[in-house]
């Protein structure tokens, strides 16, 4: 992972240029992790937040509107699979409430084993990659997660 920051550091990616593609959230204790992310998603035209800690989701997702959600699982706060839980599992009438729709397309990115994986898609989870991860791997599932729209 030091190696991917590194380089990440090294090489200066575009800045997108057009529309925004979506909002993204990307919540993890490890800010490795984070700025690798946070710079790839940025040069495809994603608008980019961050969180370290999974407590404060919750209310990130009642101010903002995401389209993806990169996720870590074990972190420090409420865990990935609470955080999971919770979204996808909102009270019809808190609907207004919450900016992010319970349908937001989640990639979980974790050092879990397979167990806490399988867990995760069963909560709802619409993908996921284990810890260490290639970049491009992260990049072609979110292609899949959020297909470009047509014009």
Known sequence: MERQVKRARQVKRPRSVGPVR???????????VRFVLHRAL???????????DGSDVETRLR????????????????????VIRRLRKQDPMLLPVWKTPPTVKVLVISGANVEGLEFARRVGADDYLPKPFELTDVLEAVKRLTPAPSH
């Open 42 to 52: 940025s040069s495809l035209g994603w608008k980019v937040s961050d969180l370290s």
């Open 22 to 32: 979506g909002n993204a959230l990307i919540v993890d204790d490890d800010d490795g």
């Open 63 to 82: 101010r903002e509107r995401y389209d993806l959600i990169l996720l870590d699982l074990y972190m420090p706060g409420m865990n990935g699979f609470e």
